[in-house]
């Protein structure tokens, strides 16, 4: 478990503290005040599409951070009553020796157009030398505008340093 704790959050109301120290990624209250905040309460009931969290200074680049937010979320979306969709569900099961089996792509041509989704949560993170500032917006799928949104800081420490960077250990 990561020892980190909240420093900041930029989408409190005054008796919202943030993050409690147990939620790691901060992705639980993420989803808490996406949802309190969501403008169309319908989404709730169409499926969204959770999206690997990118470094803001360069939206090609993620990390093992970015992924295993994206992990997270999806799971605390889930658990909150969001229909979530699995985009990476490939075709068919895998199976290699070394590996057992696998179902997940990131093959986009195995993934695009198969979901019907309503809403797309993507998000972007800076890394500073004493906090990670993470945003996430959820968007309609198909119009420009924010459904709901939150930002919130997380402070750095050794292993999301290295979860950022790629050092192991994780």
């Known amino acids: 478990m990561v020892a980190g704790s ?3 959050v930029s989408c409190v109301t005054p008796t919202n503290m943030g993050p409690h120290n147990s939620d790691q990624f901060g992705a639980g209250y993420m989803v808490s005040i996406i ?8 989404v709730l009931n169409q499926p969204i599409i959770v999206t690997t969290f990118v470094d803001l200074n360069n939206l090609d680049k993620s990390s093992i951070f970015g992924r295993v937010l994206a992990e997270e979320l999806l799971n605390e979306l889930h658990q909150a009553g969001f229909t979530v969709s699995e985009i990476r569900k490939g075709r068919d099961i895998f199976i290699r020796k070394e590996l057992g089996e696998m179902i997940l792509s990131r093959n986009a041509r195995e993934i695009l157009g198969k979901s019907s989704a309503r809403a797309i949560l993507a998000g972007t993170y800076v890394a500073t030398a004493k906090t990670i500032i993470i945003n996430a917006r959820l968007i309609d799928i198909n119009s420009p ?5 939150c930002s919130y800081s997380l402070k750095m420490n050794k ?3 290295n979860m950022i960077t790629g050092e192991s250990p994780f």
């Open 145 to 149: 505008l924010i459904l709901s949104s």
């Open 35 to 42: 949802r309190d905040q969501l403008r169309h309460p319908e």
């Open 159 to 161: 292993e999301l340093q």
């Open 6 to 8: 909240v420093l900041a």
